[in-house]
T-cell receptor
């Protein structure tokens, strides 16, 4: 079965410093993987998607993620945090024969001015 | 493209009443729609999967008579919370998979905040 583990429930960074949100996946094959962002009381917005075309995936708002099969990781990064990046981030993997998706537990990113 | 809307965005109702939430795919046809529930500071929990023209498939532990799902067209699914109680208060999010689109990709609505008094 496919699953994802988000290693940090809460990450706090200063504005202008790098962001690292960690996600490890469990799958018997190279899965598709997604990162979504959810701002307070809002729906989910797709940040980026990995589909095996390239291991480094660039997304919106300056975010990117690198798929590392050897480490079964798909960590989300951004070189410089902005106040507007403060939100909840979810790592997501398709499951149930691609009929469903499974969400990680989420990482709340706090950006300190 | 691939926009999903939900209506209402926020609803407050009295205990014992029923509430209907609509999920629409605005610019694509959705053969499959999903309904999620999100508790405060928690992740999303899949409630049910609905395919157009057929009965919804509910996840284990979700009461199908409590949460009625109808997917009458390729662009509309509704979730009705029947005889709502305060414990049903939550953030409900729908998503849709586009007909002919990637099977692993869902497009999410903005969510509906339900408060039951």
């Amino acid at each position: 079965a496919q699953s994802v583990t988000q290693l940090d429930s809460h990450v706090s960074v200063s504005e202008g410093t790098p962001v690292l949100l960690r996600c490890n996946y469990s799958s018997s094959y190279s899965p598709s993987l997604f990162w979504y962002v959810q701002h307070p009381n809002k729906g989910l917005q797709l940040l980026l998607k990995y589909t095996s075309a390239a291991t480094l995936v660039k997304g919106i708002n300056g975010f990117e993620a690198e798929f590392k099969k050897s480490e079964t990781s798909f960590h989300l990064t951004k070189p410089s945090a902005h106040m507007s990046d403060a939100a909840e981030y979810f790592c997501v993997v398709p499951s149930g024969g691609y009929q469903k998706v499974t969400f990680g537990t989420g990482t709340k990113l706090q950006v300190i001015p | 493209g691939a926009v999903v809307s939900q209506h209402p965005s926020r609803v407050i109702c009295k205990s014992g009443t029923s509430v209907k939430i609509e999920c629409r795919s605005l610019d694509f046809q959705a053969t499959t729609m999903f309904w999620y529930r999100q508790f405060p500071k928690k992740s999303l929990m899949l409630m049910a999967t609905s395919n157009e023209g057929s009965k919804a498939t509910y996840e284990q532990g979700v009461e199908k008579d409590k949460f009625l799902i109808n997917h009458a067209s390729l662009t509309l699914s509704t979730l009705t919370v029947t005889s709502a109680h305060p414990e049903d208060s939550s953030f409900y999010i729908c998503s849709a998979r586009a007909a002919g689109g990637p099977a692993d990709t869902q497009y999410f609505g903005p969510g509906t905040r339900l408060t039951v008094l």
